[in-house]
Every structure is written in structure tokens, then in C-alpha cells.
């Protein structure tokens, strides 16, 4: 099976981890390719170098973006619907809000019948997302997977179908995550006593 995940950004973010993570282990069993967006000049692609990293056959899609611009997301749609033709994909599986609908207008401009996937990760943040994310899951989505009870609960207030509504754990990297790693002592890099009581937090860019 052949599998085009579109993901409409180019940091390296907590969905772009959960995005290539999954498309890294589907490729145990299916051939994949990773769509990502393109990097203004002079800034680093971290997703393009990211899945480099983990051997994932990566696209630019340089018009492809998180948020919508009209000029940019039609250059977008062309992109999407060429790679469509000469892919022959089985499965489309998009990530954020936009990707979703440059991958539903590709399907439309080269009428093609695929499937859809998206994958939800709570992005609802404004009305306009709410709305766009309403319409795209209610008719442009085959399934949707949710990674946790409350994401399936925002998605039945939208109105989506439970029969829609599949949540699953996120894909781990049980190599990098694995507590018999060996690892270098961090706590002397960062001036940390052995009894210290540490608290870490993982987020993406706050300026984004």
C-alpha cells in the first residue's frame, strides 16, 4: 500500500513529531512518502531534514502552508494534485487544519476517489478553524484519528460521526524513548545536584 501523509509545515513542532514518527513505522509494512511545506529563505526545513533523518521519502511542497493564504494555497492545490497523478498513492492522511484542504481540493481537481485520513491533535484554536475543521471532517474525511478522549469529544461537538472517530496512542519511538539508553549525565551539563527535582516541559515555538 502506498501512503502520501501532506503535512502543511516545515518546523519541527509536536504534530510534525507525531506525523513522522507514524510515517516512519508505516513504512515497516507500506511505502510512504512525506509531504512537508517549504521554509522561507534563509530559514532551516527542520521536517524536511527531520525525515531525512528517519529515512522517510520527503516532498517540498514550497506554496504549502499552516495558515491560509489564497495566492499561496492554490500554488499549493497545482503542487498536491501533480504529485497525486504521478504518485499513485492508496491512501492520502493529512495532519492541520490546511493541509487537509489542499489534499480535499487535489482530490477534486484530478477526481480522484482515495481515501482521506486525518489525523486531529486539538488544533481548533479560533472560529475559523473550528469552521474549517467542521467542513473538512464532515465531508472531506474517511476517518479521523484522535490521540486522546478529549479530542474525540471536540470532534462529536463538531458534529462528526462516531463511527468516524478513531483514537489511538500516538506512535512512539521506543528506541529513543527507552530507559535502558544509555545517556550522558545532563544533570552536571545543566548545573543540576543528584537529588534535585527537575520538571521539563515540551512545547513547540511559542511564537508561532
Known amino acids: 500500500m502506498k501512503i502520501l501523509h501532506i503535512f502543511a509545515n516545515y518546523k519541527w513542532t509536536g504534530p510534525a513529531d507525531a506525523a513522522l514518527s507514524l510515517a516512519r513505522a508505516l513504512q515497516e509494512k507500506h511505502k510512504v512518502t512525506f509531504m512537508c511545506g517549504g521554509a522561507p529563505r534563509g530559514q532551516q526545513n527542520q521536517v524536511k531534514e527531520k525525515a531525512h533523518e528517519f529515512g522517510v521519502p520527503v516532498i517540498v511542497n514550497r506554496a504549502l502552508r499552516k495558515h491560509l493564504a489564497p495566492v499561496t494555497a492554490f500554488h499549493a492545490m497545482r503542487f498536491a494534485a501533480y504529485i497525486l497523478r504521478h504518485e499513485k498513492a492508496d491512501i492520502i492522511h493529512t495532519h492541520l487544519v490546511n493541509d487537509h484542504l489542499i489534499a480535499a481540493a487535489a482530490?477534486?481537481?484530478?477526481?480522484?476517489?482515495?481515501?482521506?485520513v486525518r489525523s486531529y491533535y486539538e488544533d481548533s484554536r479560533t472560529r475559523s478553524d473550528r469552521f474549517r475543521n467542521k467542513i473538512l471532517m464532515r465531508g472531506c474525511a474517511n476517518a479521523t484519528i484522535v490521540?486522546?478522549?478529549?479530542?474525540?469529544?471536540?470532534?462529536?461537538?463538531?458534529g462528526i460521526k462516531d463511527q468516524r472517530?478513531?483514537?489511538?496512542?500516538?506512535?512512539?519511538?521506543?528506541?529513543?524513548?527507552?530507559?535502558a539508553r544509555n545517556l550522558p549525565d545532563m544533570r552536571a551539563k545543566f548545573g543540576l545536584n543528584v537529588d534535585?527535582?527537575?520538571?521539563?516541559?515540551?512545547t513547540s515555538d511559542a511564537a508561532d
Not at 108 to 114: A, D, F, H, V
Not at 148 to 158: F, T
Open 165 to 179: 472517530i478513531h483514537a489511538i496512542d500516538p506512535a512512539v519511538d521506543v528506541h529513543r524513548f527507552n530507559p
Open 147 to 158: 490521540f486522546s478522549r478529549g479530542a474525540a469529544e471536540e470532534l462529536q461537538r463538531l
Open 196 to 202: 534535585d527535582f527537575v520538571c521539563l516541559l515540551y
Open 107 to 116: 482530490l477534486w481537481i484530478t477526481q480522484n476517489k482515495l481515501p482521506l
